[in-house]
């Protein structure tokens, strides 16, 4: 099983929809983050928290909200999705003071 | 946390050095340089990282200038299955801030 998973890898939804983005780890890391990449583009931070009780604004946040539910369980919401929020979206783990990250597999967002 | 500028593009022949540059003349004392790769649109996956030593472990190896203004990162015999975007990003020692990415080398290793 992998160490990151992300649920679900591919989902179409329409404008004005929520949806929720969900990612577990099993690695035990305090450190979990949400990414977004769009096409030719590198990834962009759009939250990261430290801990249960940390929440934080990455690069492009608005139009997103986070919940960490526990130390291994880091949702991203989009509370009405738009078209040019389609993108491929990544969720990451790492430990404190650690010297890397893991990624998930990626979940594919279209909105319609 | 320091920029960094790479090519935007490389091809390397199957069996060759890949030598993917990256410059990151803004880096400050306390600031390490991380590579990762990733493949088509899978995860981006850990490769390596140093201070100011050159580092190499089972996947490649990081020059870093003695400067530390730039640094190359060498897969020694590249195959097929290293074709992939390459990311080189500077980030502090206390590992207290997210990796930041920008636009990476795709390497492209040609048969």
């Known amino acids: 099983d992998a160490d990151v998973t992300q649920t679900p890898r591919n989902r179409i939804t329409k404008t004005g929809k929520r949806i929720m983005l969900e990612c577990s780890q099993t690695k035990g890391h305090d450190r979990m983050y949400w990414y977004r990449q769009d096409p030719g583009l590198g990834l962009r931070l759009i939250y990261y928290s430290f801990d249960v009780k940390d929440i934080n604004k990455g690069e492009i946040s608005d139009g997103y909200s986070v919940s960490r539910q526990a130390q291994a369980k880091f949702s991203l919401s989009l509370e009405s999705a738009i078209p040019n929020q389609t993108a491929l979206y990544f969720c990451a783990t790492s430990a404190a003071g650690g010297d890397r990250a893991f990624f998930g597999q990626g979940t594919r967002l279209t909105v319609v | 946390d320091a920029k960094t500028t790479q090519p935007p593009s490389m091809d390397c022949a199957e069996g060759r050095a890949a030598n993917l540059p990256c410059n990151h003349s803004t880096i400050s004392g306390n600031e390490y340089v991380y590579w990762y790769r990733q493949i088509h649109s899978q995860g981006p996956q850990y490769i390596i990282h140093?201070?100011?030593n050159n580092e190499t472990n089972e996947m490649a190896s990081l020059i870093i200038t003695e400067d530390r203004k730039s640094s190359t990162l060498i897969l020694p015999h590249a195959t097929l299955r290293d074709t992939a975007v390459y990311y080189c990003?500077?980030?502090?020692?206390?590992?207290?801030?997210?990796?930041?990415f920008g636009k990476g080398t795709r390497l492209s290793v040609i048969a």
């Open positions: 990003i500077v980030r502090g020692g206390s590992g207290n801030t997210p990796l930041v």
């Open positions: 140093g201070l100011k």
